[in-house]
């Protein structure tokens, strides 16, 4: 069995229970906030596979939001372990600077930052030069689930492995990435949030192939994120999570009426979700759709035809 923090901790001194209770309370709470905050932006916006990102500025902007919702809980044990190294300096009279801990996170959140950025460029690339050969009534559906079944095999992989200790064990990563004062800590946020994305990445591209804007599939890759890096036993959560992928990827592909919580991309419940039952949009719904036309920049969602990112129906 292995901890989702290294064993042996009886080095480092323990943080006043003020201050573990302050963090940890700070993270759930800023969690809370995000997720709440991401359900307002994405709200009427689930089309499905290949649903539409919208502008730059508001994809990054739902995006930090739902990384902070989705990441928070689990990376709570490394924000924790930071901290007890930096009240270990200063109890040894080292001179720590203030907010060394925010700056951690922060740094965190600039590498999904620069992830989501290039997301959004393959995105969008894809769309422009697929045209309609991943349509949802042609390859879509294999595309979808073919990326699903694609992140079930790299969670059997050395990359994830390496990536998934460094991120079980916040002892190991903080002593030997170990830089002073506060571009210090931020480095280290970066540096961690690299590990991280190396964990996760294939459990993210997940999320764009079930629809990035369904609040269920956010829930869900999250619960599958926080299970893999929090619970003790690392194997048996890994390989049950491989499993579960394996098959809900398959049932995509061959079966996606069948797969629960999925919209269709152009089905009528995505027609319900996007507000467009009656040639209206909702006033939450994607951004640059025109009103009956349905052929605005941000949508990709064209008349006589809903086109989801490339996947129609």
């Known amino acids: 069995m292995e901890s989702a923090t290294v064993r042996d901790t009886r080095g480092v001194p323990p943080l006043p229970a003020l201050i573990q209770i302050g963090l940890i309370g700070l993270l759930l709470v800023a969690a809370a906030v995000a997720w709440a905050l991401s359900n307002s932006q994405m709200s009427g916006m689930d089309a499905g596979p290949g649903t539409a990102l919208g502008s730059l500025g508001f994809f990054i902007g739902t995006w930090v939001l739902m990384m902070a919702a989705m990441m928070f809980p689990s990376i709570a044990p490394m924000v924790m372990m930071f901290a007890r190294l930096q009240e270990g300096r200063r109890e040894r009279g080292a001179n720590v600077p203030a907010g060394v801990t925010v700056l951690f996170v922060g740094g965190y959140l600039v590498s999904w930052t620069a992830a989501g950025l290039f997301a959004y460029g393959v995105f969008e690339l ?16 294999y595309l979808a689930g073919g990326i699903v079944v694609g992140a079930a095999i790299y969670q059997l992989t050395p990359l994830k492995d390496v990536c998934l200790r460094h991120c079980r064990s916040p002892l190991m990563f903080l002593m030997s990435h170990a830089k002073p004062g506060r571009i210090g800590a931020l480095r280290m946020g970066i ?9 996760c990445w294939m459990l993210m591209a997940a999320l764009f192939a079930l629809g990035v804007m369904s609040i269920g599939w956010m829930a ?38 069948n797969v629960p919580g999925l919209t269709l991309p152009g089905s009528p419940e995505a027609m319900k979700a996007m507000g467009m039952e009656s040639g209206e949009m909702k006033p939450g719904s994607m951004p640059g759709m025109k ?23």
């Open 220 to 257: 869900f890759i999250a619960a599958l994120i926080a299970i893999e890096k929090l619970l003790p036993w690392r194997t048996i959560a890994n390989r049950g999570i491989t499993l579960l992928l394996l098959v809900l990827g398959l049932s995509v592909a061959f079966t996606p009426e």
């Open 291 to 313: 009103s009956g036309g349905m052929n605005g920049e941000g949508s990709g969602m064209k008349s006589g035809g809903m086109k989801s990112d490339g996947m129609q129906r």
């Open 191 to 199: 540096e961690h949030g690299g590990y991280c994305l190396g964990c």
């Open 126 to 141: 894809g769309r422009a030069v697929s045209g309609d050969v991943f349509a949802w009534d042609n390859a879509g559906p």
